[in-house]
């Protein structure tokens, strides 16, 4: 088995100015998840400046539930990161409170609630993880 392909950031002249791969081990009550995840979507955030503007990388793990939302930098340094339990297969980004600012909207599904899933997040202020109350499905 492969490891997921990495997001490749190149400069204008064709050099490769960064990479990021998605995933890392993640536990929960059933155990630990180790990589791959295989990266599902890539959006730009423009912020109102280089340091408020996010590169978002969502991305499921091969296997199993979680989906890391992974928030990068413009140097592609991870700067916040959201765990989620089941995969979020739609990304979009509008001013929800009209501030200026784009929020992240991902939709999916939370296995440990057993539903679709609706979540907006600061691309600003990243950090967590859903707790459902109960992960295993019946």
């Known amino acids: 088995m492969s490891d997921g392909t990495p997001v490749v950031c190149f400069r204008n002249n064709g050099d490769i ?12 009550s059933g155990g630990v998840m180790v990589p791959p995840f295989l990266s599902d979507a890539v959006r730009v955030l423009h912020g109102k400046s280089e ?45 929800l409170d009209g501030d200026g600012r784009e929020e992240l909207l991902l939709g999916g599904v939370n296995n440990g609630n057993h539903q679709a899933t609706l979540v907006v997040l600061d691309p600003l202020q990243v950090i967590g993880a859903s707790t459902p109350t109960q992960m295993s499905d019946h």
């Open 17 to 28: 100015d960064w990479q990021f791969q998605a995933g890392r081990p993640v536990s929960d």
């Open 51 to 95: 340091q408020e503007t996010r590169v978002v990388v969502t991305s499921h793990h091969y296997m199993d539930q979680p989906n890391q939302v992974a928030f990068l930098n413009v140097h592609g340094r991870v700067v916040g990161e959201y765990l989620h339990p089941g995969h979020l297969y739609y990304m979009e980004q509008r001013d």
